[in-house]
């Protein structure tokens, strides 16, 4: 075996050994991974405020505001989910209309789908998704809180942190606090093009589901926003939960194809064209690893790490590119043409 070979059957034992560890601590990696996103986003405004007020009062106005934020868009969500969860629990009986019409009109046609039907789904099958998903969303609780205090640390010791790095020998330190740099600037406009989608997004799922008469328009537009930060799995949840509403709600198939049709069409116009209009080559990333690193990392840490799949794969790309020796794997990964790729140094 020679030198090439034992080094990638090295690298492949690492990455394993790296992933497993990653997976089985991801109760400390989780949050400490969306405290450095949340760092890149809020450290330009604590930078700004350290040079007009004392740093601990300008690290206090810094965590105040974005847990007043966090607290905002966690809100939304809920809110969005409490008055779907009202309407279905108020309206059950349109469902179970709807199910004893379907089930009658397929037994009419032969199809006794019945008994198979209610061993695996009933109308409290929506109810229990949704407690489900509320608590899941509490146990984000001790999540949030560790977050908080990675961050509070991070902010307060950011800049000695930096001047460590930029110390390393050999040219790795600089290369790396500069891709820091990038990073933390590609993943703020990466984050300001997702909040302009998701509020177009949701805006045009409230006033589509308004006109189709799909009930509670405004839970499913605020559901569309929060979900939007999500690529891909958000976009298909904010168009099935509307449409499998639509099934009890509306009275004929034509108007039910209508709305999934063009709820589908507003998440794929959106994501497809305006997206990419928007972000620019900047922020071009393969699709493919746009997919991979939502449902990687999705599967690792769950919700937490479906969100910040794809900014990690940002810091992934922007510093690969720095090394001539990692420099394939962002031309690999990278929406970017391979010779913008190496004028990356």
């Not at 690529?231 to 999934?260: H, R």
């Amino acid at each position: 075996m020679n030198n090439g070979s034992i080094r990638a059957s090295l690298v492949i034992c690492a990455t394993i050994l790296l992933t497993a560890g990653i997976y089985f601590a991801s109760s400390v990696f989780a949050p400490l991974t969306f405290a450095l996103l949340v760092l890149a986003l809020v450290w330009p405004f604590q930078e700004w405020l350290e040079e007009r007020v004392p740093k601990f009062v300008a690290l206090f106005l810094t965590l105040t505001l974005t847990i007043v934020g966090i607290l905002v868009f966690a809100s939304m969500f809920a809110w969005a989910l409490s008055g779907i969860a009202d309407w279905l629990i108020n309206n059950v009986a349109r469902f179970q209309a709807f199910y004893v019409q379907t089930t009658e009109w397929l037994e009419e046609h032969g199809i006794f789908v019945a008994g198979i039907i209610s061993e695996r789904f009933d109308v409290a099958w929506l109810i229990r998704l949704f407690q489900e998903v509320a608590r899941r969303l509490n146990g984000l609780a001790g999540f949030a809180v560790l977050a908080f205090v990675f961050l509070m640390m991070l902010l307060l010791e950011v800049r000695e942190f930096t001047r460590k790095i930029g110390s390393l020998g050999k040219g790795v330190g600089p290369k790396l606090v500069e891709a820091g740099a990038e990073t933390a600037a590609l993943i703020r406009r990466y984050m300001l093009v997702r909040t302009l989608l998701s509020i177009i997004t949701g805006l045009a799922v409230w006033g589509f589901a308004l006109l189709m008469g799909v009930e509670p328009a405004g839970a499913w537009g605020l559901l569309a926003f929060t979900l939007n930060y999500i690529p891909f799995l958000g976009s298909f949840v904010a168009t099935f939960l509307p449409g499998l509403f639509a099934l009890a709600q509306l009275d004929s198939w034509s108007a039910i194809v209508v709305v999934i049709i063009g709820l589908a069409c507003i998440q794929f116009l959106l994501g497809n064209y305006v997206e990419p209009l928007v972000a620019g080559v900047a922020l071009s990333i393969s699709p493919f690893a746009v997919v991979f690193a939502v449902f990687f990392w999705g599967f690792l840490w769950g919700i937490p790490g479906a969100f910040i799949g794809v900014p990690i794969m940002i810091a992934v790309i922007t510093i690969c590119a720095k090394f001539a020796s990692s420099r394939w794997v962002a031309t690999l990964l990278s929406g970017v043409p391979p010779n913008l790729t190496a004028r990356k140094r």
